[in-house]
């Protein structure tokens, strides 16, 4: 997996490996885990994140940042797009 970065919130954890692509674990409240589940399940092992295919990347997008929030996480592509999961309590 090469795991270049890898952040903590409250009760979940997301990873960036060298090849762009992310993984969660944790509790999946408010769907933090990027995973298409808003109940409360934890998960305790690693899950990779999906992300759409693009013209230069047809197995998902590449992943180069990621931030995370108290319920929310924004991830950055190498093309540029930005993606965004969890709660949009504020907006």
Known sequence: MGIVDM???NDYNLMLDKEGK???C???REGVLGLGVLNRST???AFKIEFPPD???PFGERIIDFQVGNSHV????QSGKVFSWGSN???
């Open 7 to 9: 952040k903590f919130k």
């Open 55 to 57: 013209k230069d990347e």
């Open 26 to 28: 944790g509790k999946s």
């Open 74 to 77: 924004l991830a950055l592509s």
């Open 43 to 45: 998960k305790q092992k």
């Open 22 to 24: 992310m993984y969660s």
């Open 89 to 91: 309590f504020y907006g």
